[in-house]
């Protein structure tokens, strides 16, 4: 074990040679009387060398809190380093699966094989490096998916972050190819913002004949849900006495329950639903058969079939419909944002906030509610409510 003395009394010879310290550290002491801290281990089979710093700039302390620091980030002797799809099944499956829902992980797990996988999959994270990352993410873009090609750099660098976190070092590549990539195209969900057009809109749908698809796309724009919460909703989550819709945490796209207050027209057209489908599961089920919901190309294709094009009105377009109506109308943002289960960053704060705002939300959608009503048919926009 070195000490600030022996290294001052350590004189140069005619070749440079090592001194150890402890834990892989050496001072490396050339014939000019140079004297370099090294770092020196072998990892997984491959040795690993850095150069710390040279003393006295560098002093003992500092250097051994320097090694202390590379011996944070190698994996212990005996844990084997994983490739990298391996270690991306690992975060997939520990990590991310319990966040959200089994689409999200199907679709993450589809990028994986298809794009990152083949050319990326059979390296150790530290063999990973931010020019590969780029090769591969180049040739998506050279397909046209400039917005896949920045999701797959946020996967990737998502697990290796995770990796560092098991002890396996690797290169920051999302810090590293910051900029790198070609800006993609502003996509937002295409929706109807303007009254009269959706007065239009409204009219249109209540011109299709009574049917489970008809019903599901007004439940989805009385509520603000999403699509697959609305398509998917069953009959148990229905609490008619307090006038509630309950989704469990398992239904939601950030696995966390969420509550829906639900309007008088909400409630005439679950008594209308109970008429037709009552007897089965599902509130909206398909035609084919009371034991599935409804596709989630149904509500789009009847969109279709009103001459709506993908440019003028989308399923997820009827969220920001409300959303813009509900802001001109000066409803209040936290209350909007969580009728449309938007989830707070702070996991705190949102456990706490699962039923929070839910009579002001009530009277808010009521609202939304009865200004729809008013808009299809022609008639003066209800009075907004005082707080």
């Known amino acids: 074990m070195l000490t600030e003395k022996l290294i001052r009394a350590a004189q140069p010879k005619e070749k440079k040679y090592l001194v150890c310290d402890t834990d892989h550290l050496y001072l490396v002491i050339y014939p000019s009387g140079l004297k370099t801290w090294v770092f020196r281990q072998q990892s997984g089979g491959k040795p690993i060398k850095k150069t710390l710093g040279t003393w006295p700039e560098m002093s003992l302390y500092d250097a051994r809190t320097a090694r202390n620091a590379i011996m944070q980030t190698i994996p212990a002797r005996g844990q084997r380093v994983p490739t990298f799809a391996a270690l991306a099944e690992e975060w997939l499956n520990d990590v991310y699966t319990a966040k959200v829902t089994p689409k999200s992980v199907l679709r993450q797990r589809s990028r994986l094989a298809r794009y990152i996988n083949p050319v990326l999959g059979n390296l ?24 896949l ?99 469990p945490a398992e239904r939601m796209k950030m696995r966390r329950p969420h509550v829906v207050p639900l309007s008088r027209q909400v409630l005439e057209l679950l008594t209308q639903a109970k008429l037709y489908d009552g007897d089965g599961e599902y509130i909206f089920p398909t035609p084919r058969s009371k034991e599935r919901p409804l ?93």
């Open 124 to 147: 150790y994270p530290r063999d990973i490096t931010a020019d590969k990352v780029l090769d591969l993410l180049r040739g998506v873009e050279r397909q046209g998916f400039l917005d």
């Open 149 to 247: 090609s920045h999701d797959l750099l946020q996967l990737i660098a998502v697990v290796l972050r995770y990796g560092r976190s098991r002890g396996f070092p690797s290169a920051n590549v999302s810090d590293d190819l910051r900029g790198a990539l070609r800006s993609p195209r502003n996509q937002h969900h295409a929706a109807l913002t303007r009254r009269e057009d959706v007065a239009g809109f409204l009219r249109a749908i209540a011109s299709l004949p009574e049917s489970s698809t008809k019903r599901c796309l007004l439940f989805t724009m009385y509520t603000l849900a999403r699509s697959g919460e609305a398509r998917k909703a069953v009959w148990s989550e229905i609490d008619f006495a307090r006038s509630l819709w309950e989704l």
């Open 295 to 387: 596709s989630d190309m149904a509500m789009l294709a009847a969109l279709r079939r009103l001459g709506y094009t993908s440019e003028e009105m989308s399923i997820h377009g009827l969220r920001s419909t409300a959303s813009t109506l509900l802001n001109e109308a000066g409803w209040r943002a936290d209350v909007i944002e969580r009728a449309l289960a938007h989830v707070d960053e702070n996991e705190v704060r949102a456990a706490y906030n699962r039923a929070e705002h839910v009579e002001e939300r009530r009277v808010m959608l009521q609202w939304y509610a009865d200004l729809l009503d008013a808009l299809r048919d022609g008639l003066p926009e209800p009075e907004k409510p005082h707080a």
